[in-house]
């Protein structure tokens, strides 16, 4: 099999590619790496402001000053010709089925997939050291002794798309204003913060809050860096389509609202050369497109309407991959095992609807799904159970509480589910029938206890309202899943019922939280860090557009998010990290679902690629290029 390879540039850049931004912590799990001296995260340091090539959250770097290119990479890639893709991984308001805006940055409008590949970061992500980051438009970072300050020296030939030069007065305002009116995930990671200055014209200091998370300066890292000048007399929080002034690798090209963008490799890029950028952004033109129907989708696929596919449903893979194309080797179809953490995807229950307030209501939701029919019937038996939020990762909860874990528990045991003193909770097992007695008899135990009547078939809210729930999809493709729940939901006198909206009008009630039930889907860390208050945080709880979907609200959560995003080592962030997931699992705020440890891709045969793949990365094409010969053989009608 080859190897799937994914990387620096096009699929994630800066801070979408990995710097301890949005959706988990980034760390590495032990294991020795080489002792360049790099500028540390966290502890003191002997010296103020010396300036090192690159930064760790724990000290330690691979790669030397003088590296030439990252080791998964071929540096003599050629550059040239085309890719294309679905939307997959999304950050801020970006949408999976349309887009209105090329302003991905606040909480208005819908944003567009590619925009991310416009812009440079001070510093950037290697595929292989999730704990580290090396110069993009920084050449050197440095840190005060006490690690409240950081200084970061931009490289002379940075500059802007229309050649105009990028300052440390560009860096100031684009943090500054992310913070002040950018999304609200934004808001929330950067209030420690607590003043950016230029001090020369390539000299800026990020000064932060004492007690800062150790992950902050990565995200400041890995923040785009916006044109100060292109937005005076602009209103900075305003959907446009006017594509933003960027000075990354690519511009916007070609684009239909709704329907396609196409990103453009910029000839002249300043950095094309830099260390970090040898051996990828390598296709001249990059295009996203948009599908609303997964079906509809994979018939655009096949018929060559675009060239790489991450496959996302179980049925599509184990059922549609037989057209000729496939049969013939002109498209190429692979299983890419991965170390990454294995990421979460839930069913979050609205707790801002008094009727899922109660624990023992959620639980006998939980108790109704049966997983292993679903599984078997609908998913080919292709997934396993999703029984942490931290799967395949050291902050995974596993058996009873360590002496650390329970160290940082016992102060909150009065607030704290019992359960979550002993055995980590996982999802229930049913007997796989779809109508699993033990476990309806439990449910509806749970659901009397909670004050909920039957009248009939009908079963009855302690208000006397009959219990419905509308799970709101993006996807049809959820909706046989959701048929064979709401069947089984009947069973206990729920009414169940499935909506799928527009898209726009998908992505408004998600922001507005209007909604009973929605599944939601965030890759994973390693370790804690200041990005999961956008998750399970009480203050996202009340912010409309944040990504706690639940409406989580507890203040031990914020707590020991606060404890494992401070921890100076590896070992006391994992430990906060389980305390986290031992009570997010026992409160059951949201049903786990399911997970793949492998990553499933499909791609028309026109590419060449290196030897090996980054070890943290998903498999994609950000380091491959585009082979004439392969393509003239893959004979692909062009889309």
């Known amino acids: ?196 200055e230029a001090l020369e014209e390539r000299l800026v200091e990020v000064r932060f809050a004492p007690g800062r998370s150790r992950n902050i300066p990565f995200t400041v890292a890995g923040l785009p860096v916006l044109p100060r000048a292109w937005f005076e007399g602009r209103d900075f929080q305003a959907s446009t389509l006017e594509p933003i002034l960027g000075s990354g690798p690519y511009r916007i090209g070609d684009f239909r609202q709704g329907s396609f963008v196409t990103i453009e490799r910029v000839p002249d890029y300043w950095a094309a050369d830099l260390p970090v950028n040898r051996g990828v952004n390598n296709f001249d033109r990059v295009t996203y497109r948009y599908y609303r129907d997964r079906d509809v989708a994979f018939q655009g696929f096949s018929a060559g309407e675009y060239t790489f596919r ?34 979460v ?71 704290l589910p019992p359960e979550v003193f002993g055995e980590a909770v996982v999802p229930p097992m049913s007997d796989g029938s779809g109508r699993d007695r033990e476990q309806l008899r439990r449910a509806g135990a749970l659901l009397a206890d909670a004050g909920c009547t039957r009248r009939g078939t009908e079963l009855l809210l302690p208000t006397g309202e009959p219990f419905t729930i509308e799970f709101m999809v993006s996807t049809s493709a959820f909706e046989p899943h959701f048929q064979r729940y709401v069947s089984t939901l009947r069973l206990l006198g729920i009414a169940g019922s499935i909506v799928l909206p527009e898209a726009a009008q998908y992505q408004r009630r998600l922001l507005d939280f209007d909604f009973e039930a929605v599944i939601s889907a965030f890759t994973g860390g390693l370790y804690p860090s200041e990005s999961l208050l956008s998750l399970y945080g009480s ?19 914020d707590a020991l998010i606060a404890i494992g995003a401070r921890a100076q080592t590896r070992e006391d962030a994992s430990a906060a990290g389980r305390a986290i997931d031992r009570i997010l699992r026992a409160g059951r705020y949201s049903m786990p679902m399911w997970y793949n440890s492998n990553d499933w891709v499909a791609y028309w045969d026109e590419f060449s690629r290196p030897e090996r793949r980054p070890r943290y990365a998903q498999a994609g094409f950000g380091t491959w290029w585009y082979d004439p010969e392969r393509a003239a053989r893959a004979n692909r009608r062009r889309g």
Request: proline share 6%; hydrophobic share 40%; glycine share 10%.
């Open 539 to 557: 203050q996202a709880a009340d912010t409309p557009g944040s990504r706690n979907y639940a409406g989580i609200a507890h203040p031990a959560i």
């Open 345 to 415: 995807q839930t069913l979050n229950f609205n707790l801002r609807r008094a009727k899922f307030a109660d624990t023992r209501v959620r639980e006998a939701l939980m108790l109704a799904f049966d997983f292993e029919s679903i599984n078997r019937d609908i998913m080919y038996s292709s997934y396993e159970r999703q029984d942490s939020y931290f799967k395949n990762s050291p902050s995974e909860a596993k058996g009873p509480p360590t002496p650390e874990e329970l160290a940082l528990l016992e102060p909150w045991r009065d607030s």
């Open 1 to 196: 099999m080859r190897n799937g390879v994914a990387g620096r540039g096009i699929t994630r850049r800066g801070f979408f590619q990995g710097v301890a931004a949005v959706g988990g912590a980034l760390a590495l799990p032990g294991g020795a790496l080489a002792d360049f001296e790099a500028v540390s995260s966290v502890g003191q340091v002997d010296e103020d402001f010396v300036e090192r090539h690159g930064m760790s959250l724990f000290g330690d770097l691979a790669l030397p000053p003088d590296f030439t290119h990252f080791p998964y990479v071929n540096p003599e890639a050629p550059k040239g010709g085309v890719a294309s893709t679905l939307v997959s991984t999304r950050v801020f308001n970006q949408g999976e089925n349309t887009f209105d805006t090329f302003n991905i940055f606040v909480d208005r409008g819908i944003g567009a997939y590619g925009v991310e590949s416009t812009f440079d970061s001070l510093m950037t992500g290697s595929g292989d050291e999730p704990t580290s980051v090396y110069g993009l438009l920084a050449e050197t970072v440095s840190r005060s002794r006490d690690g409240l300050a950081f200084r970061f020296r931009l490289r002379p030939q940075a500059r802007f798309h229309d050649g105009t030069p990028l300052t440390a007065q560009d860096v100031a305002f684009s943090i500054t204003t992310l913070k002040e009116q950018g999304h609200n995930v934004l808001r929330l990671v950067l209030a420690e913060v607590e003043s950016v």
């Open 310 to 343: 991450t496959e996302a449903t179980s049925r599509i893979w184990a059922n549609a991959y037989d057209f000729p194309a496939v049969r013939e080797g002109r498209v190429i179809k692979e299983e890419v095992a991965h170390e990454r953490p294995g990421g």
